[in-house]
């Protein structure tokens, strides 16, 4: 045994052995330790839904992540490049430069061409911007003898607009609230008192034939009512006909007369 301890081999051996354990002991405080503590450590991932992709990339990029943009989609309540959704969501644990992938806002939003909406049912107009993503907004009415009609849209034709665009609507109240003058249609065909009738706002009602021997075939008689300067809007004006007097109307085998059509000399 002591001549073992005398060795000088022996001494080198034990030497050369604390040396390696030193230097392992110095790897693993070096290396091995911050390792073994960093394993399982995470960063959570911010919530940057409705932020902008600029305010998205700032808060990635400060803890220490990465983001990529997987999808674009129209959005009407979001600016074009806005965070729409986020995978991980906020609040996830992840790994340091652990990559995140997000939805944006697109930049352009697909337009429409208005539609013409005047002369349609309030019903009809308010399908049709339904189809189109279009919103009804305020509905106003007016005196008008077309009832429930649509007489002015507050977007003009053809112009290009955004989905969920609001559109305001002017109706027709079908009587009118003001009066216009009634024409004078004594002596007139029948189809310029009908013109006469439409451009001043009011109604052709009834039409009755009359054999006259004092004005010409087709022309008007009488109207009714006739005792007043003015009518409201939309109200009916009923024609009296004149026709040949004396006519007869002679039936051939196999034909069928209609009577409510209306005849024209």
């Given at each position: ?60 990029e ?5 983001y ?22 906020g ?18 939003r ?5 539609p ?19 919103k009804?907004?305020s ?42 003058p ?25 039409i ?24 409201f809007?939309?109200t ?30």
């Open positions: 045994m002591k001549a073992i301890l005398k060795d000088k081999r022996f001494h080198y051996l034990i030497g050369g052995s604390a040396l390696i354990v030193t230097a392992l002991l110095l790897i693993a405080d070096a290396w091995l330790m911050p390792w073994y503590t960093n394993y399982g450590a995470g960063i959570t991932v911010p919530d940057v839904k409705n932020l902008s992709l600029d305010q998205a990339k700032q808060r990635f400060e803890a220490g992540l990465r990529e943009v997987y999808d674009e989609r129209p959005n009407d309540k979001l600016p074009p490049g806005h965070v729409m959704d986020q995978t991980p969501s609040g996830t644990i992840v790994k340091p430069n652990r990559k995140i992938y997000l939805m944006t806002s697109a930049e352009s697909p337009s429409i061409g208005m013409s909406l005047v002369g349609n049912s309030l019903d009809n107009a308010r399908i049709q911007l339904q189809v189109r993503g279009l009804l907004g509905i106003t009415y007016e005196s008008s003898p077309y009832r429930n009609s649509v007489l002015r849209q507050s977007v003009a034709v053809g112009e290009n607009i955004e989905r969920n665009t609001v559109v305001h609507l002017v109706i027709g109240d079908g009587v009118g609230q003001r009066k216009v009634v024409p004078n249609l004594l002596g007139l065909r029948l189809s310029q008192a009908q013109i006469r009738i439409r451009d001043a706002g009011l109604r052709v009602g009834d009755t034939y009359i054999a006259s021997a004092l004005y010409e075939p087709n022309h008007v008689l009488r109207f009714n009512p006739s005792d007043s300067d003015s009518l809007e939309g009916s004006i009923h024609l009296v006909i004149a026709e040949k007097p004396n006519v007869q109307e002679f039936i051939e085998s196999g034909v069928v007369l209609n009577d409510s059509i209306p005849r024209f000399r």
